[in-house]
């Protein structure tokens, strides 16, 4: 006896991947803002200047708040956006890969101090 298995498998049209991809988007772009933002303290008097909300820990506080900040509303946004789609996930990885790798090249002080 052949009975229907639709409580057993999910309609495959009804599962989306958009908040995943936002999760991972967000979190490239959140770590190349901490990267972007301790460049930038580092090389800019006035940047390092605002970037200091702790005394005793100098403009570390505002980078890391500040990377934080833009990670947490970024994937706010996204995941708002994109809760029930479908997006292509091979592209938003290897975007995420790429701010990564950028991250990683900015944390890298003779890359730095090219700049």
Do not use: H, Q
């Not at 833009?70 to 789609?85: A, C, G, S």
């Not at 292509?88 to 790429?98: E, T």
């Amino acid at each position: 006896m052949n009975m229907p298995n639709s409580a057993a498998s999910p309609n495959r049209s009804a599962l989306t991947n958009g908040s995943g991809a936002a999760a991972i988007l967000a979190a490239g772009i959140g770590s190349f803002s901490l990267a972007l933002l301790a460049c930038a303290g580092d090389k800019l008097a006035a940047v390092k200047n605002g970037l200091i909300f702790y005394k005793p820990t100098g403009p570390l506080s505002g980078v890391t708040t500040g990377a934080i900040l833009i990670w947490l509303v970024t994937w706010v946004i996204l995941e708002w956006r994109w809760r029930n789609r479908t997006v292509g996930i091979g592209r938003i990885a290897a975007i995420a890969l790429a701010l990564l790798g950028l991250s990683l090249l900015l944390t890298f002080p003779p890359v730095v101090d090219l700049f």
